[in-house]
Each structure stands twice: as C-alpha cells, then as structure tokens.
C-alpha cells in the first residue's frame, strides 16, 4: 500500500471510538490466523462432509437436497409455454447460453469480452491486469495499478453470466449445457483454493457465489454430467466451504451495508440448502436473524434504501427479497412486517421509473444483482415491483407493475408470471410521491417525470454510495429525457474518474467557489463529510403541478457562509418546468450551477435563449442573461458500470454578490 495511502487510513482508524478500534484488532487477528488454519479446515470438510451432515454417501446427500424446496422455477419449460409468458424468451435465452458456451461475456463495461478457451479467474480483462493467487488478506485488491478494476474477477466469479445455460437446458434438456456449468465449475474450484485468491477478499462475493450455485446445482442435479461421484463430492464441499467462510468473515461494521446484507443472504441460502446439520441451522437462523434486523435499518420506512442510490435500492431490495422466497417455498414463516417493508420499497421502485422504463442515475452504481434472470438492460428496474407484489400477494402492487416478466417467469412459473401486466406501461400511474426519510422527491405527470435529491449522505451520513447531489434532480419533459445525472462510471480503476463523478460538480446543484457540498477525502473512495444536511421546506401537489422546495447547509461554513434555497415548479400539462436557485450571504464568490443535458440532447442558441433539441422535439432554456452569462461545455454520462458517453452541459456561471437564478424549460 502506497505510503499516503497508509497514512489516509491510520488517521481514520485512530479517530474511531476505542471499542471500535479493540474489537476491529480482535478480528484482524482472529481473521490473520486463518491463514494456518484455513487449508487444514478445508481438507477437515472434505473427509468428514458426510458426517456433518448426517448423510450414508454422497448420492444419497445429493438426491436428498436435490428434493429440498428452492426458491426459483428449476424444473422443464416447454417453448410454448415459455414465449407465451414473454414474447421470444426462448430465443433471448438460447443467444445468451450460446454467448456463455463461447465465453463471451458483456460485464461492467462496453462491448463483448472474449474469456478465452481457458478462464483466468483472477484477472481483469478489460485491463489485462492479474492478481496473482495468494492468501485473500494479503491481496491489496484496491491498491493495485490504478487501471485495474478488482470488480471484474469477483463480477466473473459470481457466475451468474451462466444463468442462461441453466434456462437453455430447462427448456431443451441439452446436456452440452449441463456440460459447460460442470467444466465451469470445476475450472473455479481448480483456481480458487479456499481462502486463496483475490475472489475470497470480501465475504459478499462467495455470498452471491452462494445463490448462484445453489440455483445450478437444482437446475443440474440429475443431468449426466453431474452424475459422477468425485464432482459431486466437490462441488458439496466448495459450496459447504463458502458459507464456513461467509460466517467467519462477516462484513460487519459501525453501520452496515449491502456488504453485510449479501453476507447474511449467503447464510440463509447456504443453511436453507444444505437443511441438515448443526452449522446449515445455524447459517440460515443467523442469517436470517441479521435481514431481519437490517431491513428495518437499512430500507427506511418510507421504502428507500439509505444508500442513496437506485442501482444499491435495487440490488439491497433483492437482496433482502430472496431469502423471504427461500423461507417461504420451504414453509418457514416471514412476518407481514416485512412484507409490509419490501413492498414500500416496491412502491419507490414505481415511482422513481420514468417513463421509458429506465431509473435515475442516483448515486453509485455497479450493475450488481442478487440472482439475474434477465440481465438486460442495466437500467430496468420495473420487475422489481412485479416480484414483490407476486412475493407479499400486495394486489394494489400489480396496476403498478410493468415491462418483460422474464425474472418473474424464471422465479416463480408461468402461471404465476402470468398475473403480472403484460405492458411497457404500469395500467396505473405511480403517484407523485415524498419519500420523507431518504429525502427523495418525485414529480409525476402522464409523460413529465422529475426525481428531486434533498436527503442526507448515503449510509446514514457516511457517504458510502452516495454522491454529491444535494438538490439535484433529473427530468423527463413530454417523454423526453433532458435532464439527466452524471452516473458514477468506475470505483478502483480510476480514483480521478471515481472522485470527479461523485463530485458536486457532476450533478445539477449549485456550486459555490468551486466547493464541495460535502467535503471528501480523495483517497477514503466511500466517505463524504455529512455537511450539506439537506432540508425540505416546501412539498405541494395540485392540480396545477408541483412545488418543490428545499435547502442545504454545504456553503454556509467558512469561508463561503453562504446559504442555498432551491425550488422546483413543474406545471401540468405545459410540461414547463422552472427552477429557481437564491443565495444569500456576503462578499463576492464564484457561482456555477450546472444542467447535464441527456446525451441524445443537442444545444443551440438562438437569440437570448437556447435551444434544446432531442427526438425531434424542441425545448426553450430561458434564463435572466443580464446577470448571469451560460455556457455550453462538454460533459460526459455514466449510464451504468464501466460505460461512459459524451454530452453536453449547460453551466450558468455568475461572479459578484449572491443573486437569484431562475431558469425556465419549456416546449419551443
């Protein structure tokens, strides 16, 4: 680790509390040992799994769990059947599976990456960079060539680019599928000794390994090619061995994120599966006793995850969703309040979908999902609604529910898929909607869609995820995108591009003297100074439109103590939409307040005004020019991992004393 890099890191350490800083050495250490201890554990399961698990040989264990409930459709699907539910599946699937035969992969960045006949699981290979196989906690994963990125050997090993041979071989019953999933897996297991590779670093990702292979393995239990007696004994142990280490490695921390959640839904799907034993009952009653007590703290009560962030709303959703399923297909009991949570969440799931099906581009994002059935696009969330209403039997969810019903079809039949809309459209429109705890604010209006940030720092005022955006807002006008987020592009790979999109100047907020709103360390990557304290002052809805109004205390420490007051007014039917930013305070300052505009968005001037022009379709950008001057610069916009692409940003510019800024989007 580079020496600012140590020195950053001490100074966080030291100023934690010291309970904090006795009990996280107690576990360095205990975690330290396991470098003795792990390979004698490993060859321990090996010979005595059958003992563990009270089990006469391993064909007998693997009938017996084979017959255990699950969680997700794991059994033939006729073509019919199939595109009856989702109109050409059946092809979707069979391109998908074909792609995963070749090793052709579409991960965290643009284009097809080619694995090669022989898969380094170790390697980046978008970079070409490797981490060399070793004890997991002496891999620097984040320190290493700042043009690497750790993500796409963990996103590889999740296995999850496998699904679709899994659909291929449920709807055809080819063994070539159930052939490519054994050599697959054999191949990880080969590279990937227990604790001994970058892909046992962070407990999440043998977590998500979990579920995964848990879905193959009631996909493939009775195909020819996971007959034999030593893959099966290999397999049993690899699984075993990953849920041993989710439970010693726990991601537990002052406050606890999707880290921590994806370790507790690792526990309950590896003690759901193996069902028998002392530590399959104990994984799935801790892990399940930890979603159950995150959930409450995790998913506010008004639905939003307290990431700040709808990519980690989405994956904290499933994440929490899963393992109720897993319960309830085995007939254990989930309280109605957690229900009651998710399908909140649900509900700011609708609301936050614009209209062409796709979300904003709030906080971070990394593509990640819990067990994909249908991957593309990224940007989709609408299942989601689906699949808790068809989970919780809230009826009031399904008017709301929208888009391909694939993940419901893969999740739970076809009959059941079937109660779903088929429709690009929810039959009823998501209200406009205050998310009060998240400080979340959506304006809704036929084809107008305008999502307001005013909430604290993501992860409970740590930054986490989270970004820079107090009282930014994306829009939709008339169906049209014109107002969009930065998005977040990469973490690791490049600290420059990590930094410079979480940023305040990345989102559509004022900025102050070229400030932050929320001071950071360039070097801590998830942590922002809670400093704005984002407050609502004003949430009206008429039949006339929306009022927004909202504040933040980023600017008013030294030497700025300036204060911000924004307010949004949408107006019904006129698709018109005019904000309104005043400052008040002294002394001369340097003011920016930019609009990143969507990037199928051209900008021209025309007279005192510019001109907005996508799809065909013009919008006026009025602005009072005597005082503030607005230049067109060149942006760029994240839609999701990895994927990057130019735009443009209308930046309205002022230096002198503090002076109001009302800026007008209209149709021309």
């Known amino acids: 680790m580079s020496p600012p890099r140590l020195l950053s890191r001490a100074a966080r350490v030291i100023r934690k509390p010291p309970l904090v800083i006795v009990r996280r050495a107690r576990l360095e250490a205990t975690r330290e040992l396991e470098r003795l201890r792990a390979p004698r554990r490993a060859d321990f399961v090996a010979e005595h799994l059958l003992e563990r698990l009270d089990a006469a040989s391993t064909d007998a264990l693997w009938e017996c769990l084979a017959q255990r409930p699950y969680p997700a459709w794991t059994r033939p699907m006729a073509h019919d059947v199939c595109d009856d539910v989702v ?8 391109s998908k599976a074909e792609a995963a035969m070749r090793h052709e992969i579409t991960m965290l960045g643009p284009g097809t990456v080619q694995l090669g006949a022989t898969i380094d699981w170790h390697c980046d290979y978008r970079s070409g960079k490797t981490w060399s196989p070793a004890f997991a906690r002496s891999i620097d994963f984040a320190d290493h060539p700042h043009d690497s990125d750790v993500k796409f050997p963990w996103e590889l090993s999740r296995l999850q680019w496998l699904l679709p041979a899994g ?3 449920m709807l055809d019953g080819d063994e070539r599928w159930a052939q490519l999933a054994r050599r697959t897996l054999d191949s990880w297991i080969d590279a990937n000794p227990y604790t001994h590779s970058v892909n046992w670093v962070v407990a999440m990702e043998p977590a998500l390994r979990i579920v995964t292979w848990t879905w193959l393995f009631h996909v493939f239990a009775h195909s020819a090619a996971w007959a034999d007696d030593g893959f099966r004994q290999r397999f049993l142990t690899a699984l075993y061995l990953h849920a041993d280490f989710v439970e010693r490695h726990l991601e537990i921390g002052e406050i606890n994120g999707n880290h921590f959640t994806a370790n507790a839904t690792g526990l309950v799907f590896g003690g759901m599966f193996f069902g028998r034993g002392t530590d399959a009952r104990r994984w799935s009653e801790r892990g399940w006793r930890f979603l159950r007590d995150e959930l409450l703290r995790q998913i506010h ?12 709303h989405r994956l904290v959703t499933e994440l929490f969703l899963m393992p109720a399923l897993y319960r309830a297909a085995a007939g254990e009991a989930v309280p109605p309040w957690y229900y009651r949570r998710l399908v909140a969440a649900a509900r700011f799931t609708a609301a936050y979908t614009k209209p062409d099906g796709s979300c904003p581009l709030w906080g971070d994002a990394d593509d990640a999902r819990t067990l994909p059935m249908r991957r593309e696009p990224i940007n989709d969330h609408r299942y989601l609604v689906g699949l808790v209403a068809l989970a919780s039997g809230d009826e009031d969810l399904l008017p709301l529910s929208s888009g391909p019903r694939s993940e419901a079809l893969w999740l739970f039949g076809p009959e059941e898929a079937k109660r779903l809309p ?16 998240a400080g979340a604010y959506v304006m809704r209006s036929g084809d107008d869609h305008v999502f307001i940030d005013c909430g604290p720092v993501g992860l409970a005022g740590r ?5 820079n955006d107090a009282l930014s807002f994306e ?16 973490y690791t790979r490049s600290w420059e591009a990590r930094n410079r999109f ?10 102050v003297d070229g400030a932050e709103l929320n001071r950071f360390d360039p070097d801590d990557l998830w942590r922002l100074s809670d400093d704005a304290r984002p407050k609502l002052l004003v949430w009206q809805k008429s039949d006339g439109g929306h009022i927004f109004v909202g504040t933040h205390s980023g600017y008013e420490r030294p030497p700025m103590h300036l204060h911000v007051e924004r307010s949004i007014v949408h107006e ?16 001369e300052h340097e003011f920016a307040v930019p609009y990143h505009l969507a990037p199928a968005v051209t900008v021209t001037s025309v007279s005192d005004h510019l001109v907005a022009t996508v799809g065909g379709r013009s919008f006026r950008i009025v602005w009072p020019a005597d005082v503030w001057d607005a230049v067109v610069e060149d942006a760029e916009v994240s839609p999701s991992y990895g994927v990057a692409y130019e735009t443009k940003r209308v930046v309205f510019r002022r230096r002198g004393g503090p002076a109001s800024l009302v800026v007008t989007f209209e149709p021309a």
């Not at 009560?301 to 980690?312: H, I, K, L, M, R």
């Not at 979480?502 to 900025?511: D, E, F, G, L, S």
Request: glycine fraction near 10%.
């Open 502 to 511: 979480r940023a305040t100047a990345a989102h559509n907020t004022p900025q």
């Open 167 to 169: 659909q291929a071989y």
């Open 87 to 94: 109109a050409r599946e059946v092809a979707r699937v069979r």
């Open 463 to 467: 930054g986490g995820h989270g970004h």
């Open 422 to 437: 088929a429709a690009e459209r929810p039959s009823q429109e998501p209200p406009s909607s205050a998310f009060r705890n």
């Open 301 to 312: 009560p008004d639905g939003v995850d307290f990431e700040a962030s709808t990519a980690y």
């Open 475 to 490: 829009a939709v006008l008339d169906g049209v995108p014109i107002i969009t987020d930065c998005g977040s592009f990469v």
């Open 572 to 587: 019904r039917g006129k698709h018109r939409l005019t904000i309104t930013d005043r400052f008040e305070g002294r002394g």
